[in-house]
T-cell receptor, first 114, second 107 residues
Framework: NAGVTQTPKFRVLKTGQSMTLLCAQDMNHEYMYWYRQDPGMGLRLIHY???????AKGEVPDGYNVSRLKKQNFLLGLESAAPSQTSVYFC?????????????FGSGTRLTVV | GQQLNQSPQSMFIQEGEDVSMNCTSS?????WLWYKQDPGEGPVLLIA?????ELTSNGRLTAQFGITRKDSFLNISASIPSDVGIYFCAGQPEKRFGAGTRLTVKP
């Protein structure tokens, strides 16, 4: 059971470049999330999805877009990367409709924007 | 949005000591969750709390959901070196995390 898989694990971008982070889960979870983690600030929610074809903004959505075309995949896009987007990005999934509110996290993508 | 305050920010303890950390919220939560993050990995769920006053254990870990539904604490008894990491609290349904408590255990 792979759980939540994130690709790539590391990436260096130049300012203004674009990229897509991929998250895949094999647990049939309805909800999926993208968080960013910065030193001393914990995890901040970027966007989330409560089901295939639906997305919603979180606490820090500016500069990011997401898509959930398939239940098992949640993509995070950066259209024009900025140094402020240097961070570690975590994808997570959960199944609150079954009464389980705990998240399963991926191992993260470390992004550096220069 | 709701603020989730976690304390302490960091702890340096001797192996064998007990540890206590807590989270407080400006508003009511329906669920409290505690996670641990090892270096280079994503957080892993330790304990989930769903009812006010609930006290739940997982091995040497014990967590409680505060009666006011605005706070929760996590205790670790008889710490060992592998307890090292960052501990996060999280509240639902707001999907917010605390800033984390970084635990260092000296052998």
């Amino acid at each position: 059971n792979a759980g939540v898989t994130q690709t790539p694990k590391f990436r260096v971008l130049k300012t203004g470049q674009s990229m897509t982070l991929l998250c895949a889960q094999d647990m049939n979870h309805e909800y999926m999330y993208w968080y960013r983690q910065d030193p001393g600030m914990g995890l901040r929610l970027i966007h989330y999805s409560v089901g295939e074809g639906t997305t919603a903004k979180g606490e820090v959505p500016d500069g990011y877009n997401v898509s959930r075309l398939k239940k098992q995949n949640f993509l995070l896009g950066l259209e024009s990367a900025a140094p402020s987007q240097t961070s570690v990005y975590f994808c997570a999934s959960s199944s609150p409709r079954t009464g389980d509110y705990g998240y399963t996290f991926g191992s993260g993508t470390r992004l550096t924007v220069v | 949005g709701q603020q989730l305050n976690q304390s302490p920010q960091s702890m340096f303890i001797q192996e064998g000591e007990d540890v206590s950390m807590n989270c407080t919220s400006s508003s009511i939560f329906n669920t409290w969750l505690w996670y641990k993050q090892d270096p280079g990995e994503g957080p892993v769920l330790l304990i989930a709390l769903y009812k006010a006053g609930e006290l739940t254990s997982n091995g040497r870990l014990t967590a409680q959901f505060g009666i006011t539904r605005k706070d929760s604490f996590l205790n670790i008894s008889a710490s060992i070196p592998s307890d090292v990491g960052i501990y996060f609290c999280a509240g639902q349904p707001e999907k917010r995390f605390g800033a984390g408590t970084r635990l260092t255990v000296k052998p």
